[in-house]
């Protein structure tokens, strides 16, 4: 990863969030990121305890411009009081951001920022400078210039992963949420990841409460590419881990496939075995990290 930003990802497998037993995944290859209304207060727990890999407070579109001082000020009570959590900050060009980058630094439980409606590498690196040099910024990149750029904002110092804000570049660009019209824009946040040698991208949310149109939403990002989904319901979590994680089945394949090269003395047999073997490494990372059994 060209960023020198952590992200905490040397966390144990599981640990106790408020009380209950969770899989802690680290942010490099968390699936489920959910956004919060930094004004509902009374959600931040229940959240956090969520199956959600990774929560997102957010400050910034959820929160009418009277009331970005109260929701900082909630973000920062609770995260100094043992909260842990990501935050989506205001755009570089509104006049909150500063504030919000000062009412953040140095705060213990902030695991890093979400820079809302990012174009251009030195927003992100103007954002981790301002906060310590440490805390890791997700572009969330909602228009686009900022798809155009996007190359280059991956490549920011401080870059930690890029995310697709697809709703508000829809509404930049009049094109339509069809797979077909959203191929373009994901893809390039794809390649852009590749180039910027960041994990893969975060895909975004999907709209309601239909389940079957989620999963299908959520095939769609894993087809694509992307490796995680923003999500806006506590309960969209679980179908997002599900579809974005390694299936039983795949699982199963890299068991056996690494099981026989193994048994070989991994010497390589044809020009099939190096992607082969790439593979199924992947899947088995995947599969340890979020606890999928292959199938019997």
């Given at each position: 990863?060209?960023s ?16 209950r ?7 490099e290859?968390a ?8 004004m509902?207060?009374?959600l931040?727990?229940?959240?956090a305890a969520s ?7 957010d ?5 009418d411009?009277s009331h970005?001082?109260?929701a900082?000020e ?21 006049p ?24 251009s590498?030195?927003q ?5 400078h ?6 890791p910024v ?19 110092q401080?870059?930690f992963?890029l ?9 930049d660009t ?11 824009p994901?893809a390039?946040l794809v ?7 960041l ?8 709209v309601?409460?239909n389940?079957p149109?989620?999963?299908?939403q ?10 995680g989904?923003?999500?806006l319901?506590?309960?969209q979590?679980?179908v997002?881990?599900?579809v974005i994680?390694p299936?039983?089945?795949d ?7 690494m099981?026989d090269?193994?048994a070989?003395g991994?010497?390589?047999r044809?020009?099939s075995?190096?992607?082969?073997l ?6 088995m ?5 979020f606890?999928?059994?292959p199938?019997?």
């Amino acid at each position: 990863m060209t960023s020198t930003a952590s992200a905490d990802s040397t966390r144990p497998a599981s640990e106790e969030r408020f009380g209950r037993p969770v899989r802690s995944v680290s942010p490099e290859i968390a699936r489920s990121w959910l956004l919060v209304n930094a004004m509902k207060t009374e959600l931040f727990g229940e959240s956090a305890a969520s199956r959600a890999d990774a929560v997102i407070l957010d400050i910034e579109d959820a929160v009418d411009p009277s009331h970005k001082g109260d929701a900082r000020e909630n973000v920062s009570r609770w995260l100094a009081d043992g909260g842990r959590a990501w935050v989506r900050v205001n755009d570089a060009t509104s006049p909150f951001w500063a504030d919000d980058l000062a009412g953040l630094r140095g705060n213990p439980g902030l695991l890093g920022v979400v820079l809302a409606k990012t174009e251009s590498a030195d927003q992100v690196t103007e954002s981790f400078h301002r906060m310590d040099g440490k805390t890791p910024v997700i572009p969330l990149v909602e228009s686009a210039v900022g798809i155009e750029e996007a190359n280059h904002i991956a490549k920011a110092q401080g870059a930690f992963r890029l995310a697709f804000g697809s709703g508000d570049f829809r509404r930049d660009t009049g094109m339509a949420a069809t797979p077909e019209a959203m191929a373009y824009p994901r893809a390039k946040l794809v390649v852009a990841s590749r180039v910027g040698n960041l994990p893969g991208p975060i895909d975004g949310p999907t709209v309601g409460t239909n389940h079957p149109i989620l999963r299908e939403q959520s095939a769609i990002t894993v087809m694509m590419g992307m490796t995680g989904k923003l999500c806006l319901a506590i309960d969209q979590t679980t179908v997002i881990n599900e579809v974005i994680s390694p299936t039983p089945s795949d699982v199963a394949w890299a068991s056996d496939f690494m099981h026989d090269f193994e048994a070989s003395g991994r010497v390589i047999r044809d020009g099939s075995d190096l992607p082969r073997l790439g593979r199924a490494e992947k899947i088995m990372k995947l599969a340890n990290a979020f606890g999928v059994q292959p199938a019997v």
